[in-house]
């Protein structure tokens, strides 16, 4: 734990997703009064549904910090009125802040948001911008007011895009993006030297939330748009198809010029795998069949030739 002079006003913390982890491990080593978590209850996970707590719960008890669970926020009011923080820190939670919780933090709610606002706002902000070919993003410090990711905003850190980035690699590389801007950023919020800048909403853009659906691959796409696709999905949904019988995710792929009857699978001269899309084709670099481990697409085609 850092020694450096801090304010030592309480501050309660919001997140769920692993998104918040670096945020809350900042504030906690470098000595922030964290003086409670609030994070969704416990959820069931993988194949046996075991019910497991939200990694930011499991650090928080780690640390003795006093953890909530809510169903319902506004049931919380009273509890976080006792508390008397200045300020709430809102990373990744995952549930629609009341106004009613607004109105109880005097400096207001600090959100970490992953995207250069107001270019993403909404759920999928780190998909979005790989599905859309961006050069850059980033993640926004902004104060949270009624509106989905509209209220002002204090700082914006950028970063450069190569076409290359996954979802699972520029989720880990953002989370901590943003927990040094916040630790940074925080000191002179808390005593009012930066004053938050109002969003151009004319330049907004909202995004959805991404569904399993999303991951089924439309081969009437271009190859282009679906090789963006794989990475921005990869991990979850997950893109997902069948060759040669086998349902399977493809993760990762890359494209070239060759066109054919979309959705029809080939071998390419170099004897690789590849799908025709509505433009250009998909040559697949690594799969996961259902129930194995993932694969190169090269060891796939030895057991199941499409010859």
Partial sequence: MTTKN????PIIFFGTDAFSLPSLIHLITEGWNVVAVVTKPDSPTGRGRVLTAPAVKRLAQANEIKVFQPTSLSDLEPEIKKLGAKIGIVVAYGKIIPA??????????????????????????????????????????????????????????????????????????????GADLLTIQLPAILSDQVV??????????????????????????????????????????????????????ITAAHTNTASGPAGTPYKTE?????????TGSLVIDTIKPDGKREMPASDFLTGHPLD
């Fill in 100 to 177: 009613s919780m607004l109105e109880l933090f005097p400096k207001g709610l600090l959100n970490v948001h992953a995207s250069i606002l107001p270019r993403y706002r909404g759920a999928s902000p780190i998909e979005a911008c790989i599905l859309a070919g961006d050069d850059q993003t980033g993640v926004t410090l902004m104060k949270l007011e009624a509106g989905l990711d509209t209220g002002p905003t204090y700082d914006i850190a950028k970063i450069q895009l190569d076409g290359t980035e996954t979802r699972i690699g520029l989720y880990e590389r953002l989370s901590e993006l």
């Fill in 196 to 249: 938050p800048l109002p969003q151009n909403n004319a330049e907004a853009t909202i995004v959805k939330r991404i569904s399993k659906s999303d991951g089924y691959i439309d081969w009437a796409k271009p190859a282009k748009t679906l090789e963006r696709e794989i990475r921005a999905y990869l991990g979850w949904p997950s893109s997902r198809t069948h060759i040669a019988g086998v349902n399977l995710a």
């Fill in 6 to 9: 801090l304010p030592d006003s």
């Fill in 270 to 278: 170099a004897g690789d795998l590849a799908i025709y899309a509505s």
